[in-house]
Every structure is written in structure tokens, then in C-alpha cells.
């Protein structure tokens, strides 16, 4: 069985600081990992994947994330933060490639002050 | 191109009363997918179509639940009759049978309200 867990519900940082979520993952199988993200009133939009290539995974908006396999982690990981990076922010699992369903975290909200 | 598209956008209705939703994927992926979050919860996958076949429906929580995707097109989603648990955000999500990794793509979501 799969599962993931996100590591604080809320995280504030100030503009311009590390945004650091937390993921961390169980599974049976090597596992095919996703950060999505939630816009207000949109539908989530897939930040980066890792795909059992490499580790360091670099996804759009200046994310990166990290596959620890001794750690069973994943943490989304931005230098700097923009005010327009207030989201929620979903991390996934699954079995393949996103073909099979996917086993989601509870979400971070991230909110950014100026 | 356009996104996957979800209709309505929000649904109120009483205990007892059906609602359908309606799903339809991006042109040409075979792959559609429902989710459901409820009260600020995970989302949790509740079926998988391959065209029109169901592949995967272990996350349906009862028979209350009906899925339907006639001619592998646009899918639909029927609760009846809806219960007060089953209030939250369906979403629906796409994605193509082969080349790349099979990136889930997905919808904005009909948050239903059950009263």
C-alpha cells in the first residue's frame, strides 16, 4: 500500500524567503512522485515529477524537489518566495507514471507576506 | 488546446436529491480519472476509465455512486441519492495512454453541497 504524508497543514514565509514543504512517502514499489499546485479556483496543475531518472527534480515557477530514498522524502523546495506562490500544494504518489491513480497528501497551504 | 472541463462548478442540493456532474477530458486521452475531497481533507481517487471501460473503481465508496463514460468521450458522475458526507470538491483528471509519463491533467472541480 501506498500513502503520503505532508508535514504541516500551513506554512507562512515572508517574500523573497525559502519555501521548504515537506512530503514524505510509503511504498512497496519505486515510486513515481508529484508535487501538484492549487490556484484559487483552479484546478491543480502538476509542479514537477520524479520519475526514477534524477533526484534533483526542477519544475516550473523556480520549484525543485528532492528524492531521498533513505529518507522516503520528497520536499518541494523554492530559494526565494513570490507573493504569487500562495497555494495549496499537493503531494502525490503513485505506482506508474501517472497512469494508476493517485495516492495525494493532505495539501499545504502556503501562504507569502510582504 | 483545452483543459479538462467540469460542469456545474458548484451544485447545491437536499439529502435524498440525485446530482450528476459531468466531466470532459482533454481531446483524445484515454485516461479519465474522478477524485473527491472532502472537508478539507486528502484527495482520494474514486475511479479510473480506459476509454469506456472502468480499469480501476476501488475508490467508489458505495452504490450510491454511478460512473459513466458512453463512447469513451465525456464522463459522468451520479450521486443518488446524496448524503450529507458526500459535500466536497469532485475533481476529474486526463491523461494520455502512452508517450511521456502519463501526467494526470486536471479539472477545476464542482464542489457539491449537500444540505
Known amino acids: 500500500a501506498q500513502s503520503v504524508t505532508q508535514l504541516g497543514s500551513h506554512v507562512s514565509v515572508s517574500e523573497g524567503a525559502l519555501v521548504l514543504l515537506r512530503c514524505n512517502y510509503s511504498?512497496?514499489?519505486?515510486?513515481?512522485l508529484f508535487w501538484y499546485v492549487q490556484y484559487p479556483n483552479q484546478g491543480l496543475q502538476l509542479l514537477l515529477k520524479?520519475?526514477?531518472?534524477?533526484?534533483l527534480v526542477k519544475g516550473i515557477n523556480g520549484f525543485e524537489a528532492e528524492f531521498k530514498k533513505s529518507e522516503t522524502s520528497f520536499h518541494l523546495t523554492k530559494p526565494s518566495a513570490h507573493m504569487s506562490d500562495a497555494a495549496e500544494y499537493f503531494c502525490?504518489?503513485?505506482?506508474?507514471?501517472?497512469?494508476?491513480?493517485?495516492?495525494f497528501g493532505a495539501g499545504t497551504r502556503l501562504a507569502v507576506h510582504p | 488546446e483545452a483543459g479538462v472541463t467540469q460542469f456545474p462548478s458548484h451544485s447545491v442540493i437536499e439529502k435524498g436529491q440525485t446530482v450528476t456532474l459531468r466531466c470532459d477530458p482533454i481531446?483524445?486521452?484515454?485516461?479519465l480519472y474522478w477524485y473527491r475531497r472532502v472537508m478539507g481533507k486528502e484527495i482520494k481517487f474514486l475511479l479510473h476509465?480506459?476509454?469506456?471501460?472502468?480499469?480501476?473503481e476501488s475508490g467508489m465508496p458505495n452504490n450510491r455512486f454511478l460512473a459513466e463514460r458512453t463512447g469513451g468521450t465525456y464522463s459522468t458522475l451520479k450521486v443518488q441519492p446524496a448524503e450529507l458526507e458526500d459535500s466536497g470538491v469532485y475533481f476529474c483528471?486526463?491523461?494520455?495512454?502512452?508517450?511521456?509519463?502519463?501526467?494526470?491533467?486536471f479539472g477545476p472541480g464542482t464542489r457539491l453541497t449537500v444540505l
Open positions: 483528471a486526463s491523461s494520455q495512454t502512452s508517450g511521456g509519463v502519463g501526467e494526470q491533467f
Open positions: 511504498s512497496s514499489v519505486p515510486p513515481y
Open positions: 520524479y520519475t526514477s531518472a534524477a533526484t
Open positions: 502525490a504518489v503513485s505506482t506508474s507514471g501517472g497512469y494508476n491513480k493517485l495516492i
Open positions: 481531446s483524445g486521452h484515454d485516461n
Open positions: 476509465f480506459v476509454k469506456e471501460s472502468k480499469q480501476d
